[in-house]
Nanobody, 121 residues
Framework: QVQLVESGGGLVQAGGSLRLACVIS????????MGWFRQAPGKDREFVAR???????DYAASVKGRFTVSGDSALSTFYLQMYNLKPEDTATYYC???????????????WGQGTLVTVSS
């Protein structure tokens, strides 16, 4: 059974850093692409970053240069390191995995439960 469990969210001041982790169970880590999405209250879910087992990455323009996505196959875990956080980064962050290398949420097959990131000004 595939399961994604996120951790690492919390409250941080603007300019601070957080690292989110997503542990993938079910033995699919090496065969799926991984994505991070976020959803702020009253807004649609939006793409943040994606990571493939080969190491390729892609980022939303709003986070490029501040966020870094990476993975650890030995731990079946991928990460979202967030630097220089801004109040507009406040959202619930979701990890997801899917067969397609995509920035579109509907292309992802499995999702975590979400972890809340709050950035105070």
């Amino acid at each position: 059974q595939v399961q994604l469990v996120e951790s690492g969210g919390g409250l941080v001041q603007a300019g601070g850093s957080l690292r989110l982790a997503c542990v993938i169970s079910g033995g699919i880590y090496s065969n799926y692409n991984m994505g991070w999405f976020r959803q702020a209250p009253g807004k649609d879910r939006e793409f943040v970053a994606r990571y493939s087992p080969s190491g390729s990455t892609d980022y939303a323009a709003s986070v490029k240069g501040r966020f870094t996505v990476s993975g650890d196959s030995a731990l079946s875990t991928f990460y979202l390191q967030m630097y220089n956080l801004k109040p507009e980064d406040t959202a619930t962050y979701y990890c997801a995995v899917g067969r397609l290398l995509s920035t579109t949420a509907r292309h992802y097959n499995y999702w975590g439960q979400g972890t809340l990131v709050t950035v105070s000004s």
